[in-house]
């Protein structure tokens, strides 16, 4: 098992900056790709960000391509998201997952998930 734990999120005004944190326990946190998704209410969760297993190829969502850049730290088995230019439409619970392969954008191919940290921008 790998026990994930976000934290960083918080309340900030549109154009503001926030960097959330995924601390990774549990497993070796080489083997695994890093995703970032986030769910507003009423909605599904949807794919923010990815990192390869040692950090050399990231991916992201077309509407946070520019503004968002994920990155990772092994030796303190964490990964970041650190968020610029926030909208209101970045609103949201993000989350941290961890996955074996490359290339996932949807949530159902990720094993673990931490609990959530809440991210609410004010336009």
């Known amino acids: 098992q790998m026990q994930l734990a976000e934290s960083g999120g918080g309340l900030m005004q549109a154009g503001g900056s926030l960097r959330l944190s995924c601390v990774a326990s549990?497993?070796?946190?080489?083997?695994?790709?890093m995703g970032w998704f986030r769910q507003a209410p009423g909605r599904e969760r949807e794919f923010v960000a990815a990192i390869s297993w040692t950090g050399g190829s990231t991916m992201y969502a077309d509407s946070v391509k520019g503004r968002f850049t994920v990155s990772r730290d092994s030796d303190k088995n964490t990964v970041y998201l650190q968020m610029n230019s926030l909208k209101p439409g970045d609103t949201g619970v993000y989350y941290c997952g961890a996955t074996a392969g490359w290339g996932h954008r949807v949530h159902r191919e990720y094993d673990y998930w931490g609990q959530g940290t809440q991210v609410t921008v004010s336009s």
């Open positions: 549990g497993r070796s946190f080489s083997s695994y790709v």
